[in-house]
């Protein structure tokens, strides 16, 4: 068995490259406090990884130490996939920083490997001088270098030299490097103290002698010693094409003509995913007009899309865009319908609780809520997830309908870890129980005085200047205070200045029955809260 | 889950009057039946000294509970942690804060979906949409319950005003009283509320009872028993069927009992 003649494109410093920053300066990335990779400046000055971050300052005082992001690493290498993907379809990306692509096919149409490897060098550097300046587009850039050879292993190693290595002389090619660049530490290691250098002393021993004592990780590391395949090349498919499109002529201004259109459009939707055994819930619907307006909806459903739920969606959707207010509804009539599915999963089939549990909500009400999200747009109707806060508003989250909904506060969570997630974290200084049932979306402006006349303030000790005598909301007519308790002062998120607020919250039972929750906020009192 | 509870929830079809949402036992004698009849329209008013939202909110606790879906339209400033201590399970209720002009379409749908629609009367309601919606409820079995007036409100109308259409039952909050505040210590803990039922047929004579709205404790208890008023009563009454008692005065709605109506105006 041969290996599969490979072209690899490596980026040897990738975490480095992808947080934009040139070779010429000295950078290295660190990820818990030891280097993971550095740049060329860097590695000039003895900044190697694997060293602590304050090793490695000292020896390159100038050094510009980055957190890792591996969330950057891939997003930043996904257009230097695309630019390979453009020379051969399966291109594996083994990891941000390295990918390959079988020749065979590609050499063949491109015109023999040379002539491949200085079109995909020129796509290469063209993807990299998005986030560095690249001088060169020659073999010896220290960004990027692209290897041939027979098999993975030997082509990324080749690549590190921008050789295109003979087919067939892949052993040989190896066998001159030391054994730690299997990048198996422990194996090396061993091997190392055992006598055992160079690859080709480890090609030259007996197959099964080595399985024996070194147990299957020793015969995979002289496969690739004897520049064999670890494995076949896995490439990554290209994605499916699943957006299911329709134009519409002569443009369609009615409801119900366009929802026939739909319902086709989300059978052939349908019948594509089932084909591939992907189901979608999440579905973008998008409209064009003859005007040349787009128009775009984003539709969630708690189960997989059927194609009636889709074509219902669709109508819905219309019926909001067609029949809306005026100033929401398109000018001319629709030209072009598509849909999008958006999150797409394996078909698993769906699974209803028994006596209702589980499944919750019933299709009549999912139904219901859907269509009322059609007529004023998804996040119209929300559900209100309960967490952790002082005042009555920062306890409540609404999620949009059909949004998953996530119990609990994220931050409490985070914060006591799983210890004590049973029992609500403690929120000193919130507002006791009961609660006010109207929580004011802006605080109402209210006046609040002493029997004088006078403003009441509170002082930096938390104290109120005088006892409330009188209130006015919204400038109207003057109700005396009966009962009041305060201040209650809350100096919330002191160390971020555009969260910060600082409030003394007053509770006061007015003549009239009414109960409030005042607020003295930059010395402006506001109704809160109205204890209906 | 206890034998009970299944052999309630498998029992046969039951007749249409007899089809509730069940409410917690403090306000179970305030409805006629015992529960909220399915299709039945229910107007919940206060008078300036609120009470109308947590009262909607104490009646559909014991549904959501249950398993039914209620939905909120129009009230952007619910207090949701109330409506928690109310005992309401908030997963089961679906918020459309901002209905805007559309509350009338908004409404119909829901009515179709969930098994009650809570919403704010608007300012100007227009005879027909309410006879559209109240036959809506009526054809698919859910309840229809109208805020009118109430300390949310910007304006106070009186509440047939509000809704000028025919309501099953009309709760007023007549009086209500906040205990725990003092004159600069202590907190709000409790209130005590009267409510005043009526409405027509099966609740037609009045109902008056004294809540805990909600209790020290945390929950809606009941404070006296229910009363049932006779027929006759002392203030002037309109026709039997639009349920609510005449604007009393200064303090809400109820019957106005000459001294308390006539101290709480001088406020």
Known sequence: MTATRTLVVSCPDWPVTAAGVPADIAAAVVFANRVVAASVAARADGVRVGLRRREAQSRCPGLVVIERDPGREARAFEPVVMAVETFGPRVEVSHPGVCAIPTRGPARYFGGEEALVDLIGVAVSDAIAGLVPVATTSRDCPYWGVGVADGRFAATLAAGRGLIVAPAQSAAFLADFPVAVLERAELTDLLARLGIRALGQLAALPTADVLARFGPEGAVAQRLAQGLDERPLDGRDPPPDLIASVELDPPVDRVDTAAFAARTLAQDLHERLVRLGLACHRVRIEAETEHGEHLSRLWCHDGPFLPADIAERVRWQLDGWLSGTAAARPTAGLTLLRLLPDEVVPDQGRQLGFWGGEAGVDERTARALARVQGLLGPEAVVTAVLGGGRSPDEQVRLVPWGDPRTEGAPESTARTGDRAEKTAPPWPGRVPPPSPAIVHTRSLVAEVVDGDGRAIEVTGRGLVSAVPARLSVAAGPWIEVTAWAGPWPADERWWDPAAHRRRARLQVVLADGSAHLLALEAGCWGVEATYD | ?267
């Open chain 2, 1 to 267: 889950m206890p034998l009970a509870e299944l052999a309630r929830r498998v029992r046969p079809v039951s007749l249409a009057g007899e089809q509730r949402l069940e409410v917690v036992p403090a306000l179970s004698g305030l409805m006629p039946g015992g529960g909220i009849r399915r299709g039945s329209t229910i107007t919940v008013a206060s008078g300036p000294a609120g009470g109308a939202t947590s009262l909607a909110l104490a009646l559909l606790a014991r549904a959501t509970v249950e398993g039914s879906w209620c939905a909120v339209v129009g009230l952007p400033d619910l207090g949701l942690v109330t409506a928690a201590e109310l005992g309401v399970d908030v997963s089961h209720l679906a918020l459309v804060p901002a209905p805007e002009d559309r509350w009338m379409t908004v409404v119909a749908s829901l009515l179709d979906g969930v098994d009650a629609v809570v919403f704010r009367s608007p300012r100007r309601v227009r005879p027909p949409d309410i006879r559209r919606l109240a036959s809506r409820a009526r054809e698919r079995g859910a309840a229809l319950v109208v805020l009118a007036g109430g300390v949310g409100a910007r304006h106070q109308p009186e509440p047939r005003r509000a809704w000028p259409g025919v309501t099953d039952v009309g709760l007023a909050v007549t009086t209500s009283r906040w205990t725990g505040l003092g004159d600069g210590h202590g907190c709000l803990q409790g209130r005590q509320v009267e409510v005043v039922a009526e409405g027509r047929g099966a609740a037609a004579r009045p109902v008056r009872t004294r809540l805990w709205l909600p209790s020290p404790e945390g929950e809606v208890a009941l404070e006296q028993e229910v009363t049932v008023e006779p027929q006759a009563a002392s203030s002037p009454r309109p026709a039997a069927g639009l349920g609510s008692p005449p604007l009393g005065g200064g303090r809400g709605w109820g019957p106005a009992r000459g001294g308390e109506a006539a101290s709480s105006r001088a406020g």
